[in-house]
C-alpha cells in the first residue's frame, strides 16, 4: 500500500476533512494543468447571485471547481460534454444571468459530475441536461489565456541526499517508469514516474545515479535466490523481491506486486499447517486448481482460432488490487469504476466467499496481494465507516468476514503469514514461482501448465509504437494498464527448491585431504536421486560444528604466522597428514616434498619426472601419496618405504586434478577427459602393485583444469579452460547441467557441505555459484582479478587471488568483506582443517604459508 500514506486511523480522518482534490478525480491519460482561485456564481430564481469561494483546476480533459466549504460539492465537468467555452457575456447577456460577469468563463454543457458533498466518499452523483456555470478568477486577466493554456506541471523539489533507491521500471509493458525513494520524512517518499521516451527514462536515471553518493544498482534474482535458498530470506521477502524485479510496485497499480494464495482451508475452526490438505496446490495456477472449470477452459481453448489463451482475465489487475483495498483506497475505486462502487454483492465481503469464487468462478481468477502477509489490517476493516452499499440479503457492507480459524484480523494476518512461512509452502513456493516469474510463464511449458493468458497481458505482445492510429493506441494501452500484466520474466530454467531443514543435514569435507572431499571412514558410496543429493547422516559431533561456524564466522582474523621457501617453482597442490604433523606439497619444479610442522624442516624431496607436478593427496591412513604430473602420469608414493609405489599412465596429455573417494581415483587432463579409476592399495590385496580398472570416461569438449567432488560421492564438477563448468551423475555417468559461465579458464570449483550449490572461480575474475538440482546461475560476484583457488563453507568464502591476498566472500551479501596479504605472486592452493582454525596456502612465490585464526 505504499501509494497510500500509512497514518494512524485518527490521522487518516483528520487526511479526509483536510484534501478533498486528487488526480485521481482525472481521468486514463488526463494531465493537471493549473488551477485559479474563483468563485463558482450561481443564480436564484430571482436571478440573485449567489458566490462560492474555491478553486478552478484547469485539465486536460474536464474542468474542475473544489468549493473551500467541504458542505458543498466538487464540480467535475468534462470538455467533451462541453457545447460551449468563453468569456462570460461576449455574446451579451445569457438567459440565466441580467448581466455579464467581469472576469467570468462560461461553460455550457451536457452532464456534470457531484463528488463528495458534505466532504462523504460516496459514488460520484450525476446530472444530466444542458447547464451552464459561470467562474468568476480573481485575476481577470487571466480569463483569455485558460483555455490555451500551456502545461505547467506542478513542481516538487527533492533533494538528491534525501533520495535513498532509484529503479528503472516497465510501464504499460515498455521500459518507460522510474520508481525514486526517498526519504520517509520526505514531502514525497515515493515517486513513480512515466516518461514517453525510454531514452528520456534511462537519461535521467544515469544523471541522478551518478550524483547519488551510495547508489547501488538492483540486484540480481539469482543472488536473493541464493540468499533465500539458504535460509537468510523468508519466503515473503523472497516474493517482494522478486515482484520488484519484475518491475511491480506498490506505486503502480497496473502492476501491483502478487503473492500466490497458500491456504485452500477456509471453513475448518483449527488452521493446521501439518496437514498438507490446508494448502493450495502450488504447481497450478488458480484457474486450474477446479479440474471441471479446467476442461471447459481447455475446450474452448483448443476451439479459439491464433492466437489462443486459456484465459481472458488475469490473476493481477488494479481492478482485483482495488478489489481488496477498496475499504483504505475508496477514491481509488471511484476513479477506476468511473465514480461508482462495485455491487455490494460483488465487494470484498468474505475471504471464504472470495477463495471459493476463485475456484468456481467462470472468470475469475486472481492471486493475492502482500498486504494479506503483512501486518496492516487496514484492508479488512471498515475505518472510514464507507456507505459500500447493502447486498441481497439485506446486511450492509462493512468489515471483511474472517475464516473460523480467524479470531481477529490480526489473528487472520498472522496465521496467513505462518502458512506462508511453512514448511510444505517453502517446499513448494518455487513451482508457483515458475509460473508467475519462471520458465512455465510463456511457450510450451506454460500450454503444459495451463497457463496461457491473453497475449496483451505479456511484454512484447503488442508494440504500441507501431500502431498509427491514435484512437487503437489508447484502446490497446487501457486494456494493458486495465485488466492486467503477466510479471516480467526473470528465470528461464527451472527454479531451485529452497533448502528447508529437512534438506539440510550435510557433511563438511574431511581435513585430512582437500582434494579427496572425505574420508572413506566417514562416509560409504551412496547412490542418491537427484533431489536429494545432500548425505542425510551425522559426519561430526555437535561441538566440531559449532567450531567450524565460530572458526568461519571470525574467518577475518585469520593471520600469518610461519612462511617456508621449500621449492623453487610455483606450488601446486597441499596434502596434509590426519593428525597435521607432515605437509606434503608438490610444484612446478616436478617435485614433491615433506616437511614438517614441529621441526619446521624440510624432511623428503622426491622427483617423478622432468615436467611439473599439479596436484598432491593423501590415501586414508597416511601411508600413500599420490601427485597429478604434466607428463600425462599419476604417480604413488609410499610414505613408509620411502619410494614410488606405482604409476598410472592413464591420459594422453597433462594431468590437472586429481580427486580420491572411496577406492576410487578420479583423473582430469587436458586431453579433455575425466577418468574414474577404481583403484585398490596393495595394503588392501594381495598384489605389490595398485590395480586400477578405468570405471567411467566423461569426456569433454576441451581440456579440463580442475575438478571436485561432492561429500557422498556422487556428483562431480569439472571447470574447462574455456571456462565452462559441467555437473556429473557419478552413478550413471552422464552429464547433468553444463553451464559456460565463465569467459576464459574456471581456476577452481567445489560443492558446498550439503551438496546443493556449486561454486566456481575463473581467470574473469569472477565467483559463481550454481544450483546443482536446476543447473541455474544464481549468484556471481566480480573480482578485480581472477581467484585461483579457494575454499567455503555454503555462504562464505576465503579465496586466494592472482595477487597474492587473500579475500574474504559473504555470498549472501554479495560481496568482499577483507583482504588480507599474503603472498608475493598469485595463490595456487591452499587447505583448511576440519576445525577450520588452520589454513595453508601455496603460491607462485614458491613459498608455503601457515596461517591461524586467532580469536
Not at 302 to 324: A, R
Not at 380 to 394: A, H, T, V
Not at 412 to 431: C, T, W
Not at 457 to 477: H, I
Request: hydrophobic letters at 35%.
Amino acid at each position: 500500500m505504499a501509494f497510500i500514506r500509512k497514518k494512524p486511523r485518527e490521522q487518516q480522518l483528520q487526511l479526509y476533512s483536510r484534501e478533498r482534490f486528487s488526480l485521481l478525480l482525472l481521468n486514463l491519460e488526463e494531465y493537471y494543468f493549473e488551477q485559479h482561485t474563483a468563485n463558482h456564481i450561481q443564480h436564484k430564481g430571482n436571478r440573485n447571485e449567489r458566490k462560492i469561494r474555491g478553486s478552478l483546476k484547469i485539465c486536460s480533459k474536464s474542468v474542475i471547481f473544489e468549493p473551500d466549504a467541504i458542505s458543498q460539492p466538487i464540480i467535475k465537468i468534462p470538455l467533451r460534454d462541453c457545447i460551449k467555452i468563453g468569456k462570460h457575456g461576449e455574446n451579451g447577456a445569457s438567459r440565466h444571468f441580467a448581466k455579464a460577469v467581469p472576469g467570468g468563463i462560461s461553460l455550457i454543457f451536457s452532464q456534470v459530475y457531484f463528488i463528495k458533498e458534505h466532504n462523504i466518499v460516496a459514488p460520484y452523483k450525476t446530472e444530466r441536461g444542458t447547464m451552464e456555470y459561470v467562474f468568476e478568477l480573481d485575476v481577470s486577466g487571466k480569463v483569455d489565456d485558460v483555455v490555451e493554456t500551456l502545461l505547467q506541471t506542478p513542481v516538487v523539489q527533492i533533494t538528491l541526499q534525501d533520495v535513498r533507491r532509484i529503479y528503472k521500471r516497465r510501464h504499460g509493458l515498455m521500459p518507460l517508469g522510474l520508481e525514486v525513494f526517498c526519504t520517509e520524512d520526505d514531502l514525497c517518499s515515493d515517486i513513480y514516474l512515466k516518461f514517453y521516451e525510454p531514452q528520456d527514462r534511462d537519461d535521467l536515471y544515469f544523471y541522478i545515479a551518478t550524483y547519488l553518493e551510495h547508489h547501488v544498482a538492483e540486484r540480481s534474482a539469482e543472488s536473493y535466490t541464493l540468499q533465500w535458498q539458504r535460509g537468510h530470506l523468508s519466503n515473503y521477502q523472497y516474493l517482494l523481491h522478486l515482484n520488484s524485479l519484475a518491475d511491480r510496485s506498490c506505486n503502480d497499480l497496473s502492476q501491483y506486486p502478487v503473492f500466490p494464495w497458500v491456504v485452500s482451508d477456509y471453513s475448518s475452526p483449527e488452521l493446521d499447517l501439518s496437514n498438507p490438505g490446508t494448502f493450495r496446490d502450488l504447481s497450478k495456477p488458480v484457474g486450474a486448481l477446479n479440474k471441471e472449470r479446467l476442461e471447459r477452459l481447455l475446450a474452448r481453448y483448443q476451439e479459439m482460432p491464433e492466437p489462443k489463451f486459456m484465459y481472458g482475465s488475469h490473476y493481477s489487475s488494479p481492478g482485483y488490487v482495488l478489489f481488496y483495498l477498496v475499504r483504505i483506497a475508496p477514491e481509488y475505486m471511484l476513479c477506476l469504476q468511473n465514480g461508482r462502487f462495485d455491487n455490494a454483492d460483488r465487494m470484498f465481503n468474505s475471504i471464504a466467499e472470495t477463495w471459493k469464487n476463485c475456484l468456481d468462478g467462470a472468470t475469475d481468477f486472481k492471486e493475492l496481494i502482500p498486504e494479506f502477509y503483512g501486518d496492516d489490517i487496514s484492508f479488512l476493516i471498515n475505518s472510514l465507516k464507507l456507505d459500500l452499499g447493502k447486498r441481497q440479503g439485506g446486511q450492509m457492507v462493512d468489515d471483511v468476514k474472517l475464516p473460523p480459524w480467524a479470531r481477529s484480523p490480526e489473528d487472520f494476518l498472522r496465521k496467513s503469514r505462518e502458512a506462508l512461512e511453512s514448511s510444505y509452502v517453502s517446499e513448494h513456493l518455487h513451482e508457483w514461482i515458475d509460473l508467475v516469474f519462471g520458465y512455465k510463464q510463456k511457450g510450451g511449458d506454460a500450454v503444459g501448465a495451463h497457463n496461457v493468458f491473453h497475449p496483451l497481458t505479456y511484454e512484447g505482445g503488442v508494440d504500441l509504437n507501431s500502431m498509427e492510429d491514435p484512437d487503437e493506441k489508447v484502446a490497446v494501452l487501457t486494456q494493458i494498464l486495465e485488466f492486467g500484466q503477466t510479471p516480467k520474466q526473470l528465470f528461464a530454467t527451472p527454479h531451485p527448491r529452497r533448502i528447508t531443514p529437512r534438506f539440510k543435514s550435510g557433511s563438511q569435507p574431511s581435513s585430512c585431504n582437500a582434494s579427496t572431499a572425505d574420508s572413506p571412514e566417514r562416509r560409504r558410496l551412496t547412490r542418491l536421486p537427484l533431489d536429494a543429493v545432500s548425505p542425510g547422516e551425522e559426519s561430526f559431533e555437535d561441538l566440531t560444528e559449532e567450531s567450524r561456524t565460530l572458526a568461519w564466522s571470525n574467518i577475518t582474523k585469520l593471520q600469518l604466522y610461519e612462511q617456508h621457501r621449500i621449492h623453487k617453482e610455483a606450488v601446486t597442490g597441499i596434502a596434509v597428514s590426519c593428525n597435521g604433523s607432515s605437509v606434503f606439497t608438490t610444484s612446478q619444479d616436478s617435485t614433491l616434498k615433506m616437511f614438517s610442522k614441529e621441526s619446521k624442516m624440510l624432511q623428503r624431496s622426491i622427483s617423478f619426472s622432468n615436467m611439473a607436478l599439479s596436484s598432491c593427496l593423501l590415501l586414508p591412513g597416511d601411508g600413500t601419496v599420490i601427485s597429478s604430473s604434466w607428463d600425462n602420469n599419476v604417480y604413488f608414493y609410499s610414505v613408509a618405504f620411502g619410494r614410488r609405489q606405482d604409476t598410472l599412465m592413464g591420459h594422453d596429455d597433462a594431468v590437472s586434478k586429481i580427486c580420491w573417494l572411496d577406492s576410487r581415483l578420479y583423473s582430469a587432463s587436458w586431453d579433455s577427459t575425466v577418468k574414474v579409476w577404481s583403484g585398490v592399495p596393495p595394503e588392501m590385496s594381495a598384489a605389490r602393485r595398485h590395480q586400477f580398472d578405468l570405471l567411467a570416461e566423461l569426456e569433454h569438449d576441451v581440456g579440463v583444469d580442475t575438478i571436485s567432488l561432492n561429500a557422498a560421492g556422487t556428483l562431480l564438477v569439472s571447470g574447462t579452460r574455456e571456462g565452462t563448468v559441467t555437473i556429473w551423475d557419478l552413478t550413471t555417468a552422464t552429464m547433468l547441467h553444463q553451464i559456460p559461465c565463465h569467459s576464459g579458464t574456471v581456476c577452481d570449483t567445489a560443492f558446498s557441505p550439503d551438496s546443493r550449490h556449486v561454486l566456481s572461480t575463473g581467470e574473469d575474475g569472477c565467483l559463481n555459484v550454481i544450483d546443482v538440482q536446476t543447473g541455474m546461475l544464481i549468484s556471481s560476484m566480480t573480482s578485480d582479478e581472477p581467484q585461483r583457488c579457494f575454499i567455503w563453507d555454503g555462504n562464505s568464502v576465503l579465496s586466494g587471488s592472482q595477487s597474492g591476498e587473500l579475500l574474504v566472500w559473504d555470498l549472501l551479501g554479495g560481496r568482499s568483506t577483507d583482504r588480507i596479504r599474503g603472498h608475493a605472486g598469485a595463490v595456487t592452493c591452499m587447505w583448511m582443517n576440519e576445525q577450520c582454525s588452520s589454513v595453508i596456502t601455496g603460491g607462485e612465490d614458491r613459498q608455503i604459508t601457515f596461517w591461524k585464526l586467532q580469536y
